[in-house]
Nanobody, 121 residues
Framework: QVQLVESGGGLVQPGGSLKLSCAASGRIFRIYAMGWYRQAPGKQRELVAHITSIGSTNYADSVKGRFTISRDNAKNTVYLQMNSLKPEDTAVYYC???????????????WGQGTQVTVSS
């Protein structure tokens, strides 16, 4: 019904930058909250950044001041600009969107497939 496709991951040196994108397609009536999560090997998935339908944002303490989340509602896309990257940012990054597929439906959460970000010299 709804597919989320992420892009923009890769290998970057410490101090470098990457920008992740996540585009939703399929049966979409409206998208509410959007977020980015990450999961490092051996660790639980954690929230990185979150943005509401009206643009309010919040961030994990570990990324405040370095990462910026934004959204383009016309393109059903959420972005994560990551600056001053550190080795501890290495993880698989997942996007999540709260989607309503029709006027009468409930809201459901959909996840992307994940994109690898590796910060290493």
């Amino acid at each position: 019904q709804v597919q989320l496709v992420e892009s923009g991951g890769g290998l970057v040196q410490p101090g470098g930058s990457l920008k992740l994108s996540c585009a939703a397609s399929g049966r979409i009536f409206r998208i509410y909250a959007m977020g980015w999560y990450r999961q490092a090997p051996g660790k639980q998935r954690e929230l990185v950044a979150h943005i509401t339908s009206i643009g309010s944002t919040n961030y994990a303490d570990s990324v405040k001041g370095r990462f910026t989340i934004s959204r383009d509602n016309a393109k059903n896309t959420v972005y994560l600009q990551m600056n001053s990257l550190k080795p501890e940012d290495t993880a698989v990054y997942y996007c999540k969107m709260e989607v309503k597929t029709s006027y009468y439906s409930s809201n459901y959460d959909y996840w992307g497939q994940g994109t690898q970000v590796t910060v290493s010299s």
